[in-house]
């Protein structure tokens, strides 16, 4: 499966953005699908995730601001953020695991994914 995700760029603290993540490829097989992220510097952040069931999980970090969906129509899973912080600041990515061994809010809060896009920068300014 290939993902493309867009939608990021630079707000002010407190503003909103949606992310999208478009699939393509092998997308008939059921996918756990999420979102991580990365600042420089640092190691892989899991942002949440989102099951066949439509199920959702989040970090503590984001909960309650970020929230996750899914457009099977489209094949397009969106990131809605809301509140951003200056330590929202990173690039973000949507990952896909085939459902298998590993359940869906570990691999979306571990970031275990083995698909993932090139990313999408969110930059949040205080």
């Known amino acids: 499966v290939q993902l493309v995700e867009s939608g990021g760029g630079s707000v002010q603290a407190g503003g909103s953005l949606r992310l999208s993540c478009a699939a393509s490829?092998?997308?008939?097989?059921?996918?756990?699908m999420g979102w991580f992220r990365q600042a420089p510097g640092k190691g892989r952040e899991g942002v949440g995730s989102?099951?066949?069931?439509?199920?959702?999980n989040y970090a503590d970090s984001v909960k309650g601001r970020f929230t996750i969906s899914q457009d099977y129509a489209k094949n397009t899973m969106y990131l809605e953020m809301k509140s951003l912080k200056p330590e929202d600041t990173a690039m973000y990515y949507c990952?896909?695991?085939?459902?298998?061994?590993?359940?869906?809010?570990?691999?979306?809060?571990?970031?275990?994914?083995?698909?993932w896009g090139q990313g999408t920068q969110v930059t949040v300014s205080s």
């Open positions: 990952g896909a695991l085939p459902v298998g061994r590993i359940s869906c809010d570990v691999a979306g809060l571990r970031a275990y994914f083995n698909y």
């Open positions: 989102i099951d066949n069931d439509r199920n959702t």
């Open positions: 490829g092998n997308t008939d097989s059921p996918y756990c």
